[in-house]
């Protein structure tokens, strides 16, 4: 484990609307990063055809959420609308950064900013559709929810949009390959000044 919090690499946090793309640029840049490794959030709903428990999500009970969170065992959680309850647990970021590797967590806004308020040496990303029409269609094509399901998605994503420049970065993914490059470079350029402080401090 990491023997400090200047050895640490930083937590890097994917957010922004349902069918803005988010989860695509991660696949598109997770294999050129070695370094990082995706968080495995812990939810409430059900578990979807060819998910598995302990790799898209930690399918948990209402009753082991709610337990969880009593114990402040959450970094960061959020009542869907819809529903569903889902957070990042403290341990899957300790169990990350054991390792030597900078946790990826791809997160609703109001995770976003928890993470951005309770780690310092969090970089915050939003991805935005280029347009909200071209948001809509995108969740409609998808069609992995009901009408009513995409209907809340889609108020819920107008209220996000409003806390875009919240975050350090904000990136239109209006062509995956461009939109993957600028999310790419960011983190590349994040993990350079923190090598580039943690040699300085090495030196002292």
Known sequence: MASS???????????????AGKGTIEREILPRLPVLELAVSATTRERRPGERDGREYHFVSAGEFQRRLDEGL??????HPWGARMGTLWSEIERIRAKGKAPLLDLETEGGLAVRNAIADSVTIFVRAPTFEELERRLRARATESGGEIDKRLERAREQLAQADEFDYVIVNDDLGRASEEVFAIIERELAVRRTSRAGSMRV
């Open 5 to 19: 919090a200047a050895s640490r690499l930083p937590v890097f946090v994917v957010t922004g609307t349902s069918g």
């Open 74 to 79: 959450f970094l960061e959680h959020i009542d």
